[in-house]
């Protein structure tokens, strides 16, 4: 490595402190069949497995003492190979993000770029061969490495493995986009880089790192490395020849970035910067230069790094990762009671969905109630028919799913489901009198220790619960449709639930595997009275008279997964309506009636848009029922009026302390609404587009929190 670059990583690692650094471990060994002698060296950093081999600057340069020490055995003839394979579970995980963070000036970003790219691609520069063991996790910079090598075995065990930058707001930027390409395709590789990371980061499994072609070999997790050795001495004696199909550099190439393109399109709009930059990487690996698409890896990183949506990705990031974990409010968990059966009032499709969640993840007896016979044998018809597609997938063995549905059950009695249930849960109809009526009914045959649940989206857990004689265990259990897939449980104190409700509630929800924050009992708690205020200004906009396309169109910049009208047609518009009209009791200075949704609703439709092309169209029948004004705006104009309205209500929502923070906000929006990484949930990308400062006179985040550090 050049004396500058080590100059330069010298001063990186001054600016982190307190990173985790990995060890680069060397250790002879004599291979089979009289091979020769073997260099390998183990990446660790000497935890277990729940605290993944990262590279800071201190990890690259100890990597790199260990490349000195490789080197020199292979030039002078004393090792015929060098592996690199990681601790158990774990291979590497990539650049250590709170490293990143840190980071102020273009330049220090420069030298993380140039630092990895140079100890990497000393590993292909050796006089013996080289080998990358995938046996764990791998991503980001972890599989990088292993892309320098001259050969590649992966785990049969291997549970993930991606190239997770772009899903960040980074471009793999220690070889990934150079190297990827050139080694399986261009078409491959878009799907690797671009498609699997826009696609909520979707992770690899070993067998798929082999058939990808990304790795020469694929052997059992139980003697990986034992195997990959006798592979090695297969290959250093040429009893095997590793055989790689030619690459397309022609049409094909080209066709691969359109995809890219396209698929960047569809998913963040033209509204952050990484796939386009690592697209442009890709396009110009077709000429097979490797030091050109180094160097242009080098400045992508550096300016990524040094702009706003990474920052905000990496935000996002340690939301969902972290202050998921450990929700801001909760309770000690001490208090918390055990819960050993469940009981869901309904049968209906939510009522059933929570009743398999519940089942999966406890692995209590459920007991579901309804009104009449019929519904409840729907309700445990339904979750016995999941448990059997999760059989036909091998996702449960024939015992475990019989198991399942002999814990699953409903009756038409509360008090024979009820009478020792420890967690009872309602998701009946959204109407307060008919959940204070349930509730009355479910406090008179259930123990006095269990806790009473209520899913509403947005009525008041306070008031369902000021009839009972014990509105203490009462607490607001709100999942997101569907329940299986968003992460979200806003988990609402009313204003008598007491501590040991509360704890137990956030005890389910770990279990469950959700992401729980701790809500206040206000209207339309966080998820459902953002949306419906951002909802409410779009749907303002086109009764005034703004073409729906053009009101549409005009939050597309946001990169948001979906668009407002077309989130209203899966949330349903009755629902919409209703959330709207509870809102503009409780606030009707900001949150309006839309006559138009009304006039949607009433004529019973599912949406605004029909399909008939494959595509969303505006619905002929709802173009009749529209009824606008005259008053048309830009693109800009209405999506300046429905950032001001949302931010707006975040700083009102923050001075009436529904949420702790503003950080519980934004991961409510990732985790519940599935707004994206770059965005930071929103609050980031308000201060960043100085929206705050322009209606509430301030940021919502200190600088350095989502943004460059001042």
């Known amino acids: 490595m050049s004396t500058t670059t080590t100059e330069l990583l010298k001063g990186a690692s001054a600016l982190f402190p307190d990173e985790v650094v990995t060890s680069a471990h060397v250790r002879h060994l004599d291979l089979p069949y009289g091979a020769g002698k073997f260099a390998l060296i183990t990446l660790d950093n000497g935890l277990d497995h729940t605290k993944p081999t990262t590279f800071g600057p201190a990890s690259l340069a100890n990597l790199n003492a260990a490349i000195d020490q490789v080197e020199k055995e292979a030039a002078e003839g004393d090792i015929v190979g060098v592996g690199v394979t990681g601790k158990p579970f774990i291979f590497a995980v990539g650049a250590d993000l709170k490293g990143v963070e840190l980071l102020k000036k273009h330049d220090d970003a420069l030298a993380i770029g140039k630092g990895g790219h140079e100890v990497f691609k000393r590993l292909a520069g050796l006089a013996v061969p080289t080998f990358a063991y995938y046996n764990g996790a791998a991503m980001g910079g972890g599989v990088e490495v292993g892309l320098h090598c001259t050969y590649r075995t992966v785990s ?135 030091q050109a698409g180094f160097d242009a890896e080098d400045q992508a990183l550096a300016d990524l790094i040094m702009g706003g949506e990474l920052r905000a990705g990496i935000y996002a990031f340690n939301l969902v990762q972290k202050r998921a974990k450990r929700p801001a409010g909760a309770p000690d968990k001490s208090l918390a009671r055990p819960v050993s ?162 704890a137990t509630a956030f005890g389910v929800a770990k279990k469950l595997k959700k992401s729980a924050v701790l809500v206040k009992d206000a209207p339309a708690f966080v998820v459902n009275r953002i949306l419906t205020r951002f909802m409410g200004e779009i749907q303002n906009v086109i009764d005034e008279g703004t073409p729906v396309a053009v009101a549409e169109k005009a939050v597309e910049p946001l990169g948001l997964p979906m668009s407002p009208l077309v989130l209203l047609e899966l949330v349903g518009p009755a629902i919409g309506l209703h959330v709207s009209e509870t809102l503009n009791r409780a606030f009707p200075e900001r949150f309006t009636v839309s006559p138009n949704l009304a006039a949607v609703v009433k004529a019973g439709k599912r949406g605004f848009y029909v399909y008939d092309s494959g595509k969303p169209e505006l619905d002929p029948e709802v173009a009749a029922l529209l009824k606008q004004g005259d008053k048309v705006l830009s693109e800009e104009q209405v999506r300046d009026r429905v950032l001001d309205a949302v931010a707006q209500e975040i700083g009102l929502m923050l001075d009436e302390n529904v949420v702790a923070e503003a950080q519980d906000i934004d991961l409510c929006l990732i985790t519940g609404a599935g707004w994206p990484f770059h965005l930071g949930g929103i609050t980031p990308y308000l201060d960043r587009a100085g929206v705050s400062e322009r209606v509430i006179g301030k940021k919502f985040l200190e600088a350095g929190v989502a943004s460059v550090p001042a």
């Open 341 to 502: 059966k469940v009981g869901v009032v309904g049968a209906g499709l939510m009522a059933s969905q929570l009743a398999l969640l519940f089942l999966r993840r406890l692995e209590v007896p459920v007991v579901l109630t309804d009104i009449d016979q019929e519904r409840v044998d729907k309700g445990v018809g339904y979750v016995h028919g999941e448990i059997d597609k999760l059989l036909l997938k091998g996702r449960v063995n024939q015992d475990k799913a019989n198991r399942l549905k002999g814990l699953v059950s409903g009756v038409l009695d509360k008090a024979e489901g009820f009478s020792d249930a420890d967690f009872i849960i309602e998701a009946v109809f959204e109407e307060i009198g008919v959940k204070q009526q349930v509730f009355a009914e479910v406090e008179a045959v259930a123990p006095a220790h269990a806790i009473l649940a209520t899913n509403t989206s947005s009525l008041s857990v306070s008031e369902m619960a000021s009839k009972l004689k014990h509105p203490e265990r009462v607490v607001g259990f709100h999942f997101f449709n569907p329940v299986a897939i968003l992460p979200l449980l806003e988990i609402v104190r009313g204003e008598q639930t007491d501590d040991a409700a509360l």
């Open 156 to 290: 049969q065990a291997l549970p993930a493995f991606s190239l997770p930058e772009v899903f960040l707001g980074l471009v793999p930027g220690w070889g990934g986009c150079a190297l990827l390409p050139n080694l399986i395709g261009a078409d491959k590789a878009v799907s690797v880089i671009i498609e699997n990371s826009l696609n909520q980061n979707k992770q690899l499994k070993g067998v798929q790192v082999y058939e990808l072609g990304i790795a020469d070999a694929l052997f059992e997790g139980a003697d990986f490395l034992e195997q990959s050795l006798l592979w090695t001495a297969d290959v250093l004696k040429g009893d095997v020849k590793v055989e790689r199909p030619d690459v397309d550099r022609g049409e094909a190439w080209d066709q691969a970035v359109a995809r890219g393109k396209s698929i960047a399109d569809s998913k963040v709009h033209g509204a952050a910067p990484a796939a386009y930059r690592a697209l442009d990487i890709i396009a110009n690996a077709k000429s097979g230069d490797l």
